[in-house]
């Protein structure tokens, strides 16, 4: 199989509310969805990089030049497996969104190549549903909290996780454990807002009987998390600071992390997912599948995803209506009254793009050949793209 172009869309999507964090807030979706060509098949793919680098270092800006300049030299010649685009562009350092973004695109052609569901290539199970939670941003008080989280609550939603920062914790969570009782599960998200030296201040945190606390400290930490983690009975969740399954075996073998938050862009792709899938299946790691407020495509990649075996938590994987006023896939996901959301069925990631829609919501477009060359025997010393230029970047709202 080989590739003949890839084509990137800048898809600019308004929230229907703002998503507020500890880093910061967001009223408006924008994503690269890339799309990748050949043999007569179409493969789907998005970008969770971020408009500024608050989460990660990689912004859209970035995984752009990533693709054009970086990766597409590797993406000539022959393709027999999709696992090969891992090792291809592993000269590639860091830039795991936009790496994880084409391999993403690939793996769906791919399978639409074998008519098969993406899940099947993956290895995940046989199920038709998959059991979700939701992510709750900042509000502006406590009473307004509890009635969104009561809501989603009622709606099904199997978890809800409450964002949190300093000044924004323990008084929101106890008042919305009052409200909503013992019985429902809650978790923290604090996207690296604390340092060690509140330690003391997370004791606090113990009596909420929360399932976990994701990233409570920096984004680039493992040593200080599993010094907090020892004086919690409260398990750690790591998100940020996972890059691969080797972060993930240190973080574990620190006794930094008792719970794995795995998104596939924050790590590099499938092939690097799989990895840790693996690593938390044989050390009963609970595993759950992350999210970056992705349009239906990337929701559709990480519900394949979560039919592996070693996703034993409900993750952040919510339906179309809790982000959008209309998606931009033909058929969006709706929760289902028992709290899951339906994996497609059909080849590859089984859904597909509304051009009517993309029509309102894209303000850029480029597309780029892949050059006939050899096949790509891991070598790092291709030439840069020979189609890179530094245009004005102008990718409208
Ligand atoms: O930390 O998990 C996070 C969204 C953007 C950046 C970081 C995070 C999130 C979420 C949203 O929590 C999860 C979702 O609903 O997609
Ligand atoms: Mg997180």
């Known amino acids: 199989m080989r590739l003949e172009e890839i084509q990137l869309q800048f898809i600019s999507l308004p929230l229907k509310t703002p998503f507020a964090t500890s880093f910061g807030r967001e009223d408006t979706k924008r994503a690269w969805i890339i799309t990748v060509r050949g043999d007569g098949i179409e493969g789907y793919a998005e ?8 989460y990660s270092e990689e912004t859209h800006a970035s995984v752009y030049y990533a693709i054009r300049d970086a990766i597409i030299p590797h993406l000539q010649g022959n393709i027999r497996d999709p696992r090969e685009i891992s090792l291809r562009l592993q000269s590639i350092r860091g830039n795991r969104m936009a790496k994880a973004a084409v391999e993403m695109a690939i793996w769906d052609w791919f399978a639409k190549s074998e008519r098969q ?3 099947r290539l993956l290895g995940g199970r046989e199920v038709d549903r998959i059991p979700v939670g939701v992510s709750i941003g900042i509000q502006d008080s406590p009473e307004q909290l509890g009635a969104v989280a009561e809501s989603y609550w009622k709606q099904g939603y199997r978890r809800l996780k409450i964002k949190i920062r300093p000044g924004w914790d323990v008084i929101p969570l106890r008042m919305l454990r009052a409200r909503l009782g013992d019985e429902v599960p809650i978790m923290a998200d604090a996207n690296s807002a604390y340092r060690l030296a509140d330690r003391d201040h997370f004791k606090e945190f113990e009596d909420l009987h929360l399932m976990m606390i994701e990233q409570p400290l920096a ?7 599993a010094t907090l983690a020892k004086m919690l009975s409260t398990p750690i969740c790591l998100d940020e600071s996972i890059h691969s399954v080797d972060d993930a075996r240190k973080a574990w073998e620190l006794g930094a992390l008792g719970i794995i938050n795995l998104k596939v862009g924050r790590v590099g792709g499938y092939a690097p997912s799989l990895a840790i899938e693996a690593f938390a299946r044989q050390h009963h790691i609970p595993l759950w599948c ?3 407020l992705e349009t239906g495509i990337g929701r559709a990649h990480n519900l394949h995803l979560t039919t592996l075996a070693g996703f034993t938590l409900p993750g952040d994987t919510s339906a179309s209506d809790r982000y959008f006023w209309q998606d931009i896939i033909t058929e969006p996901f709706a929760l289902n009254a028992d709290g899951t959301l339906t994996v497609p069925t059909g080849s590859g990631i089984g859904v597909d793009l ?6 309102e919501v894209c303000t850029y477009e480029e597309t780029w050949k892949i050059p006939v060359g050899q096949d790509d025997h891991l070598n790092p010393h291709l030439n840069i793209n020979p189609q890179r230029r530094f245009p004005e970047l102008d990718l409208g709202r």
Do not use: E, F
């Open 219 to 225: 984004y680039d930490d493992i040593v200080d998390h």
């Open 47 to 54: 970008s969770v990089a971020s408009d500024l680098p608050l």
């Open 354 to 359: 509304d051009p009517k829609r993309m029509q």
């Open 117 to 119: 569901p993406l899940y």
């Open 290 to 292: 992350g999210g970056m």
